[in-house]
């Protein structure tokens, strides 16, 4: 396991890093349509060996400024999701905070609680002033999600992403360490 991706444990989850054993899951999960739903930053997968590209970057996070975790619900031992970090700016001491959650596990209060046990985990060993989250305008889900967790809404970021064709809005989120109540 990485350093950047340590194991967490919450009341209800497990956090760990991704292995290549994960690939189906990754597949399954990014080639849904729904999970894929705001997510125009890539197509949704078509074939496994996207899942298995995908894990190899998970798994040397220090080489691609990232970290990601997979989301293990303890009662079961399934992977509900995945939640962590990108585009890590060191100089600014900023990062980028993504998550995603499986349709089976929607409305349990799952992410609120990954991401609150990461956002611990990284203010208190990382050299991070500032955690950002870009949420497409239209998925109120993800934005109630980022104010639960703290998170400031600073405005609308037009025309962020270009998918298939069409320019896409999203709202700029942050959170800064000062603010951080944990």
Same mark, same amino acid.
């Given at each position: 396991?990485?350093?950047?991706?340590p194991?967490?444990?919450?009341?209800?989850?497990?956090? !760990?890093?991704?292995?290549?054993?994960?690939?189906?899951?990754v597949?399954?999960?990014?080639?849904?349509?729904?999970?894929? !739903?705001?997510?125009?930053?890539?197509?949704?997968?078509?074939?496994?060996?996207?899942?298995?590209?995908?894990?190899?970057?998970?798994?040397?996070?220090?080489?691609?400024?990232?970290?990601?975790?997979?989301i293990?619900?303890k009662?079961?031992?399934?992977?509900?999701?995945?939640?962590?970090?990108?585009?890590?700016?060191?100089?600014?001491?900023?990062?980028?905070?993504?998550?995603?959650l499986?349709?089976?596990?929607?409305?349990?209060?799952?992410?609120?609680?990954?991401?609150?046990?990461?956002?611990?985990?990284a203010?208190?060993?990382?050299?991070?002033?500032?955690?950002?989250?870009f949420?497409?305008?239209?998925?109120?889900?993800?934005?109630?999600?980022?104010?639960?967790?703290?998170?400031? !809404?600073?405005?609308?970021?037009?025309?962020?992403?270009?998918?298939?064709?069409?320019?896409?809005?999203?709202?700029?989120?942050?959170?800064?360490?000062?603010?951080?109540?944990?």
């Amino acid at each position: 396991m990485h350093p950047l991706t340590p194991l967490i444990e919450t009341e209800r989850l497990v956090l !760990r890093g991704f292995d290549p054993s994960d690939s189906d899951f990754v597949f399954k999960h990014f080639s849904d349509p729904d999970v894929c !739903r705001y997510l125009y930053d890539c197509e949704p997968f078509e074939a496994i060996e996207e899942a298995e590209q995908l894990i190899r970057g998970y798994t040397n996070p220090a080489q691609n400024s990232r970290c990601r975790w997979a989301i293990v619900w303890k009662e079961t031992g399934q992977i509900a999701g995945t939640c962590g970090f990108h585009k890590w700016d060191h100089d600014n001491k900023t990062v980028e905070l993504g998550y995603d959650l499986a349709k089976a596990f929607w409305g349990k209060g799952i992410v609120v609680e990954a991401v609150s046990a990461v956002l611990d985990y990284a203010f208190a060993n990382w050299d991070i002033n500032r955690i950002q989250a870009f949420i497409a305008i239209h998925n109120s889900q993800s934005a109630r999600v980022a104010e639960k967790l703290g998170f400031t !809404r600073e405005g609308v970021i037009r025309d962020q992403l270009l998918f298939q064709g069409q320019y896409y809005d999203h709202y700029c989120y942050s959170l800064l360490k000062r603010e951080y109540k944990h």
